[in-house]
């Protein structure tokens, strides 16, 4: 297995805001439920879910997880390489899970029906299931779902959390300098009319440290979706993601 020298597992290192990680956080340490990370390839999914499962690793706590692949060892959780050719399958894997009681699930990819249904049996009968699957944002996590065919109470009985992410560069530490920005050009990028008045900007010079790009490093940003009870009534009463995402922002 490839080596942990460069996973990040602590928590407040990943670019969490303080009221995101507080929710993420209570969602993951529910005794059941799921919880779901929704990104684009490449947008850090599996380093959020392996930093969640290195929180709640102790030793009385029995994970299993399937991956394709097994991107990362993780000390004292059962982990499980998908093969397709053979008939492992996450759906697969799923079901030998359950035979085995763990007290937490991850799946590396809702990709089907089939997955997506057996997850929230699990999620239902007393584990904590986190996987993740392939939208633009939080709100049409809910709609991919509904698509696969997986019935709108099962969805909104199981599911805790869904959290959308991407990655952005870190303007380089090493040559980093202020950089003037109008205050109507703040407002128009969103930042609060007050807060435009004193907002600091700065930009990466360049220098050999970050070869000469003005970057080094990502950081993740997040949309943190808690299943309020009203985003589960507008789910079950047939709601558009636009709904349901003006219903969260509300909050």
Known sequence: YPGQANLQTDMTKLGFEERALQNFKEAIYKPYGMVLVTGPTG????????????????IATNISTAEDPVE???????????????????????RSFLR??????????????????IG?????????VLSTIH????????????????????????????LAQRLVRKICANCKEDLEVT???????????????????????????????GYRGRIAIYEVMPMYDEVRDLVLSGATSTEIKRAAIRG
């Open 43 to 58: 947008s850090g999914k599996t380093t959020t879910l392996y930093s969640a499962l290195a929180e709640l690793n102790k």
């Open 72 to 94: 990362f060892n993780l000390p004292g959780i059962n982990q499980v390489q998908i093969k397709e050719d053979i008939g492992l399958s996450f759906a697969a894997a799923l």
């Open 100 to 117: 085995q009681d763990p007290d937490i699930i991850m799946v590396g990819e809702i990709r089907d029906r089939e997955t997506a249904e």
């Open 120 to 128: 929230i049996k699990a999620a239902l009968t007393g584990h904590l």
């Open 135 to 162: 939208t633009n944002d939080a709100p049409s996590t809910i709609s991919r779902l509904l698509n696969m065919g997986v019935e709108r109470f099962l969805v909104t009985s199981s599911v805790h959390l869904v």
């Open 183 to 213: 205050p109507e050009t703040l407002v128009d990028l969103g930042v609060p009319a007050e807060e435009a008045k004193t907002y600091m900007c700065k930009q990466g010079a360049g220098c050999p440290n970050c070869g000469l790009t």
